[in-house]
């Protein structure tokens, strides 16, 4: 009886770990902003520090930008900006608990990255 007990705890365990479904992947905000890739890079790590993120990844050569917020449930945020015809296209992503942000949440980050570059 004991094993029976057992074995119907575990099989309901498994079966409920299997039906939860992967977070869905996230949606990135776009938008262009004035500057080079290296100077939008620069501006994006000095707001994100000022906010208080860490930036554990920075490469210019690739155009992108990684840093984490260490308060709970933990942030990471994600930028990647590379050559437009007036400027530089932004696309950013970001992850709270390990789960994406929606992107109307990024767009007032954007929007101070875009006044900043302007002056």
Known sequence: MRRRLLGGALMLLLTGCASM????????VTGNVPGSVVDVLDEAMILLMERGYVVRHADADLGRVEAVLGRWPGYRLRLEASPAERGSRVEMTALRGGRPLPPWLLEPWLATLRTRLEN
């Open 21 to 28: 479904a992967p977070p869905a992947p996230a949606e990135p």
